[in-house]
């Protein structure tokens, strides 16, 4: 069955410092996607960055990356160069290509950026 | 381009009402998701369309909720006989391909 874990409920980061969100995730299909979205208290789901279970290289998304390591099945999120803008909850994501059409979500961890 | 448009914003009801939310998706994009969110949760998958056709729905969605996209572009969630439990934030994402959802502000749903 399909699980994403995120072991941290809260991190603090001092601004302008870089900060890695951990996930973890399980899946038994070979073909699936990775995702991190940002939820400010506003409540919308904002897209961060995607990488696909084939991709070869880390994707990047300007100060956000995706450090994919497939052999231990984790996906963790760094942010470089941290704003006060960043804090949030961030939740990791996965979608597996041939069992359907359903996205699961980790319970997520809440960011603080300090001034 | 507008983004994903959800309405109501809020929603306060008694239970054993039903309500129904609606969800306007970016207009492209032809695959639609309703997710139910609860405190402290990440987003739980309830149903998906492409087009018009609905091809999955979790086991989270009981009889009482049934969701419809009758022409393929925006959608409802209805849920019948509300309970307590049912309050939780009610959010629609859209996509234009099998991977990047973009989603809604959401409905909060309360039930008194």
């Known amino acids: 069955a399909q699980k994403i874990t995120q072991t941290q409920p809260g991190m603090f980061v001092q601004e302008k410092e870089a900060v890695t969100l951990d996930c973890t995730y399980d899946t038994s299909d070979p073909s699936y996607g990775l995702f991190w979205y940002k939820q400010p208290s506003s409540g919308e789901m904002i897209f961060l960055i995607y990488q696909g279970s084939y991709d070869q290289q880390n994707a990047t998304e300007g100060r956000y990356s995706l450090n994919f390591q497939k052999a231990r099945k984790s996906a963790n999120l760094v942010i470089s160069a941290s704003q006060l803008g960043d804090s949030a909850m961030y939740f990791c994501a996965m979608r597996d290509y041939t069992g359907g059409f359903k996205t699961i979500f980790g319970a997520g961890t809440r960011l603080f950026v300090k001034a | 381009d507008t983004g994903v448009s959800q309405d109501p914003r809020h929603k306060i009801t008694k239970r054993g009402q039903n309500v129904t939310f609606r969800c306007d998706p970016i207009s492209e994009h032809n695959r639609l998701y309703w997710y139910r969110q609860t405190l402290g949760q990440g987003p739980e998958f309830l149903t998906y369309?492409?087009?018009?056709?609905?091809?999955?729905k979790s086991r989270l969605l009981s009889d009482r909720f049934s969701a419809e996209r009758p022409k393929g572009s925006f959608s409802t969630l209805e849920i019948q006989r509300t309970e307590q439990g049912d309050s939780a934030m009610y959010l629609c994402?859209?996509?234009?391909?099998?991977?990047?959802?973009?989603f809604g502000a959401g409905t909060r749903l309360s039930v008194l």
């Open positions: 994402a859209s996509s234009p391909l099998e991977n990047i959802q973009y």
């Open positions: 369309f492409q087009n018009e056709a609905q091809l999955e």
